[in-house]
């Protein structure tokens, strides 16, 4: 199958009985069919979907259920990012937007305020001249 990906089978066996889980369990957890667990455990080949439903039901990111020497062409084709780490990529993209914004209104609200201040100071200095001076005009 083309869309097939490369799991470490003795990985997930490990992962599985690490919490004492049976493949039946596993299957129950993860959402897929009890014979999809049986054959991945057996062949370590599975689709993208069974991929990352194993990954979630271990609350593990895909890679880790990767065969570790994966050959160039599998690893072209990995699963895409779980759920739990696209949130998480997410949250950090919104936090520095938020960061930025407050940075650009600082900057931007103290450029406001010294041309303010600038400017009635100007017309201060002026409103000075023109009562000090009375030879110019001030309108």
């Not at 493949?23 to 069919?33: H, S």
């Not at 455990?41 to 990767?66: I, R, Y």
């Not at 696209?86 to 609200?109: G, N, P, Q, T």
């Amino acid at each position: 199958m083309h869309d097939d990906m490369k799991i470490d089978s003795a990985q997930l066996r490990s992962l599985r009985h690490a919490r004492a889980w049976s493949q039946e369990q596993l299957a129950e957890i993860a959402g897929l069919n009890l014979r999809t667990v049986q054959r991945v455990e057996a062949s370590g080949k599975a689709a993208q979907d069974t991929c990352m439903a194993l990954a979630a039901a271990f609350d593990l990111p895909v890679s880790a259920l990767m065969t570790p020497l994966a050959d160039l062409a599998a690893s072209a084709t990995t699963c895409p990012p779980s759920a739990s780490e696209r949130d998480m990529r997410e949250s950090r993209i919104r936090w520095v937007i938020l960061v930025l914004l407050a940075l650009y209104w600082l900057v931007m609200s103290q450029f406001e305020f010294g041309y303010n201040i600038g400017k009635d100071l100007a017309e201060r200095d002026n409103r000075r001249d023109c009562i000090s001076s009375p030879h110019t005009s001030c309108d």
